[in-house]
């Protein structure tokens, strides 16, 4: 990074933390003319701007946020740490967010900063400063304080073409994988149907005919540390897989293992968490054992049916409609017991035919590991051709303006795009 001019982050950005009014259930609002709450949940998976907001806040909350426009940055101060995002629209951002407003719009390119400030660079030099060990946290003197490079204007541009070229060939990659996701549904209603409106063409029960036991996860508290690593509501996602990014570990006695253990096969059940995500549902098959944490459910399938038929089912538009429908509230959260998902109506097919879709869904994750396993290389080679750009190792010329690729960046962008085009 020593190729271009470094400058403090506070001196390139007005940065200033947010606020919220308190008891914040108090502010909200659904009149047309409250502020723009801005939270987590309204970024949406890669996408680098916050376009529109799910709640509204009274203008009197205001004296108690911090008000952001369009253009400026907001960094997560913890969850996903440092992440980056421009701003499309205006609102109230609470202290969950840091806000990085440019001083002079005519020596900042936006989208040049969007790379640099998600960039492993950026994130390794929070790291070093942020306090905490296993919850990072930002504040205002931290960011002002790292140091960046601020290349010219003109290269900023420059950069910015090279590294959007390179970065919308790995979305190509992750929409290929984002379409197994829809595809794997598809393949659940083409053998089954609707699970109400088919129910006809197969006998009708509940999942209690298809469920041989139930076990809740462990109440134990994990910690950074400990022998086997414990699956979380968190770990589940919306669309019913594992995301095993963020875990903590727990120790379990022999006793506590044979309860609380999840292997290879075994079916997950989040009975508690927001009204919108209660009831995610997923497959484990992970080749070593984790523990399972209490919010979570094993589910064993009886002789019935298998647990790929169940998860579909549960994660289907028919499934999380019921369960957020029968969800109650406790605590501020929604909770569905193990009992209650016994109950919900279901079609009783075949077991043949359960198996059958269980293979069609094994083909589907064979072909999703070769896409992830291209994406991870695909992201490498896009931090590697980020790094350069920032240390000023690209070399420009007058065709780059016009689209035409820096030979210095050809490598980086052919190999991106060849594992892009991929037919695993």
């Not at 946290?137 to 420059?158: F, H, T």
């Not at 109950?343 to 359960?354: A, S, Y």
Request: one cysteine or more; aromatic letters at 10%.
């Amino acid at each position: 990074m020593d190729s271009y001019p470094l400058f403090r982050l506070g001196e390139i950005f007005k940065i200033a933390r947010g606020g919220s009014p308190r008891p914040i259930n108090d502010y909200l609002t659904d009149s047309e003319d409250g502020l723009n709450w801005i939270m987590i949940g309204d970024t949406k998976g890669e996408s680098k701007y916050i376009t529109r907001t799910k709640k509204k806040i009274r203008k009197e909350g205001l004296a108690k946020s911090r008000m952001v426009y369009p253009g400026d940055f907001l960094l997560t101060n913890s969850m996903s740490f440092g992440r980056p995002y421009i701003m499309s629209t205006e609102g109230c951002i609470h202290d969950g967010w840091l806000v990085l407003s440019p001083k002079d719009d005519k020596s900042i390119n936006t989208d040049f900063f969007y790379y640099l400030l998600g960039s492993d660079y950026i994130y390794r030099k929070f790291c070093q400063l942020a306090p905490g060990t296993t919850v990072k946290n930002l504040n205002i003197d931290l960011v002002k304080s790292v140091k960046v490079p601020l290349p010219p204007i003109y290269e900023q541009k420059r950069i910015t073409n090279i590294l959007s070229k390179a970065d919308n060939l790995r979305k190509m990659r992750q929409e290929s994988i984002q379409k197994l996701d829809e595809l794997s549904q598809s393949i659940f209603l083409e053998m089954f149907g609707d699970p109400i409106k088919n129910s006809k063409h197969f006998p009708v029960g509940t999942i209690a005919d298809l469920v041989k036991s139930t076990q809740y996860g462990t109440s134990q508290k994990a910690g950074p540390v400990g022998e086997y690593p414990i699956l979380r509501m968190g770990n589940i996602t919306y669309c019913g897989k594992f995301d095993l990014s963020d875990l903590k570990y727990i120790d379990l006695d022999e006793k506590s293992q044979q309860k609380y253990l999840a292997s290879h096969g075994d079916l997950l059940f989040n009975r508690t968490n927001s009204r919108e995500l209660v009831g995610k549902t997923a497959v484990y098959y992970g080749e070593k054992p984790m523990a399972y944490a209490g919010y979570l459910v094993k589910i064993t399938p009886n002789k019935n049916s298998v647990p790929e038929f169940i998860s579909a089912l549960l994660n289907s538009r028919h499934g999380k409609s019921t369960l957020k429908n029968m969800a109650k509230n406790i605590v501020g959260m929604a909770n569905i017991n193990a009992k209650e998902v016994q109950t919900i109506k279901t079609i009783i097919p075949p077991l043949d035919l359960q198996n059958q879709f269980r293979t069609r869904l094994e083909k589907l994750r064979e072909f999703e590991e070769k896409l992830l396993s291209s994406k991870e290389y695909m992201d490498q080679l896009f931090n590697s051709l980020m790094q350069k750009a920032f240390r000023g190792e690209l070399e420009f010329n007058d065709q780059a303006s016009s689209g035409v690729i820096p030979c210095q960046t050809s490598y980086f962008l052919n190999k991106i795009s060849q594992e892009s085009l991929l037919k695993p």
